[in-house]
């Protein structure tokens, strides 16, 4: 152990180097920003790269000064075509949760948290263990060979976990709302991932739009099934939402279809391809430490998850737009200045970690990442993304104790937000 591993710390035996050779030429390497002041302008990205972990931390927290309207834009500005695609399903993404700044925040928040309390994501634990298990179990007629985890893992068990907890049917075997099959689902969730945070030229952004279109479709029907039936899902506790003051003055009218819609957008993306993406990053680095085997115990496996979350994040940096004039580090920054906060640069910043690029178990102010934000619009999600990603360490460890990656030179997902390798290659042993 190194003389600056915090007191009661042990490394896990990988750091941030772990991923390095595998990280794909021609894009922004990781590390890029820690030789930078904080903020500098990111040519590529045309935003202020905030990467200090004190600045991320403020600007997460001054909501007023730091607004969060930018945070669902798309980044490439979309053709006119392609918002003609867009428009002829009534597509929009009005203020609701993560680009809202406004005073409906709050209640929509709420309205959310409900289903996603703690005691829901213990009670969903069980049906993620079932998944991940039978999973692990059907691997092991694959043992002799090098097997993609990815699609037996990671791809859809998140989704399946999210529309459970949400009461929102997806399944062909389910009746009553529109079904769609798991693969559609994927399809218009990483599409569309790729047409809001991703480099789409005008060819690709018509092929993208048409999915988010589709999927934009399909979510209104599953909004109005809800309403008519009052099934209990969250589209229809968000139809019930009221706006009104502790008064009971009444001060706007209830969710449009539009608003429920929106919601029902940004989560389905968000609320699983974030997860599944930390899961592929997460096995790379399990599967490389020499402690791999151990991850059968829970601290461990947690540990484990907290520390790729603080260095290596799968929404590696999200945005916010400055309001008024705000000096951060050498600059001021001026209203209408937009700001890229590097989530995984924060959790790499020296000064706020020490030997910040070793992962290491038990080390001091392991919650104190930025990767699920921090304040008023924190992830909703995060303890359940966590608890996702700990079972499925916990499981493959337990499963195939002597398994090893496979899988050198990963293809990444590479997007303004969002980045994880696509595959993670793996002998079971
Ligand atoms: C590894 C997985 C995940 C990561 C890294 C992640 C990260 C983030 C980040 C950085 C934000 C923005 C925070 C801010 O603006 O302050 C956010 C917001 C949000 N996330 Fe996640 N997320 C993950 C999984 C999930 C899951 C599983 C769900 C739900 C099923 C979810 C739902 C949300 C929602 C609804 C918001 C908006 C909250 C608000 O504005 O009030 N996320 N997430």
């Given at each position: 152990m190194s003389a600056t591993t915090p007191l009661g710390a042990t490394p896990l035996g990988v750091t941030t180097d772990t991923l390095a050779p595998a990280w794909p030429a021609g894009l922004t390497p990781r590390d890029d920003s820690s030789s930078r002041p904080s903020p500098f302008f990111d040519e590529r990205a045309g935003l202020w790269r905030v990467h200090s972990n004190a600045q991320v931390k403020q600007a997460f927290l001054d909501i007023t000064t730091f607004t969060p309207e930018n945070a669902l834009l798309a980044h490439t500005p979309l053709s006119p075509a392609a918002l003609r695609i867009l428009t002829r399903v009534g597509f929009a993404l009005p203020?609701?949760?993560?680009?809202n700044g406004g005073p409906t925040h709050t209640p929509m928040r709420a309205a959310l948290m409900t289903f996603f309390s703690p005691h829901r994501v213990r009670a969903t634990a069980a049906l993620a263990s079932r998944l991940i298990d039978s999973r692990c179990a059907a691997l092991r007629s694959a043992s002799a060979q090098s097997v993609d985890l990815v699609p037996h893992l990671a791809w859809d068990i998140p989704a399946r976990v999210m529309f459970d907890i949400i009461g929102v049917h997806h399944s062909e075997?389910?009746?009553g709302a529109p079904a769609v099959p798991m693969a559609t689902f994927k399809r218009w969730s990483q599409d569309s991932l790729e047409l809001f945070w991703g480099w789409p030229d005008s060819q690709r952004q018509l092929e993208l739009a048409e999915q988010a279109a589709e999927f934009y479709a399909w979510l209104r029907q599953q909004v109005r099934h809800a309403r008519e039936t009052r099934d209990g899902s969250l589209f229809d506790a968000l139809a019930q939402l009221t706006f009104t003051t502790r008064g009971g003055e009444t001060l706007r009218g209830p969710m449009t279809e539009r608003e429920i819609c929106a919601v029902g957008y940004f989560l389905f993306i968000a609320g699983q391809e974030t997860t599944c993406q930390l899961i592929t990053t997460l096995l790379h680095y399990a599967l490389n430490s020499p402690r791999w085997a151990e991850f059968t115990d829970p601290k461990l496996a947690t540990d484990l998850v907290l520390e790729v979350l603080r260095t290596?994040?799968?929404?590696h940096t999200w945005r916010r737009r400055v309001s008024r004039p705000v000096q951060l580090g050498d600059v001021t920054l001026q209203p209408g200045d937009e700001v890229l906060l590097d989530l995984a640069g924060s959790g790499r910043d020296a000064s706020a970690w020490p030997e910040a690029s070793t992962l290491q178990a038990?080390?001091?102010?392991?919650?104190?990442?930025?990767a699920f934000g921090t304040g008023i619009h924190r992830c909703v999600g995060a303890p359940l993304a966590e608890m996702e990603a700990v079972l499925t360490v916990q499981a493959l460890a337990r499963v195939f104790p002597a398994a090893r990656l496979d899988d050198p030179a990963p293809e990444w997902l590479n997007l303004l937000s969002f980045r994880a390798p696509l595959t993670a290659r793996t002998l079971l042993g």
């Open positions: 203020p609701t949760l993560a680009n075997h389910e009746v290596d994040t799968p929404v038990g080390r001091p102010g392991l919650r104190g990442h930025q």
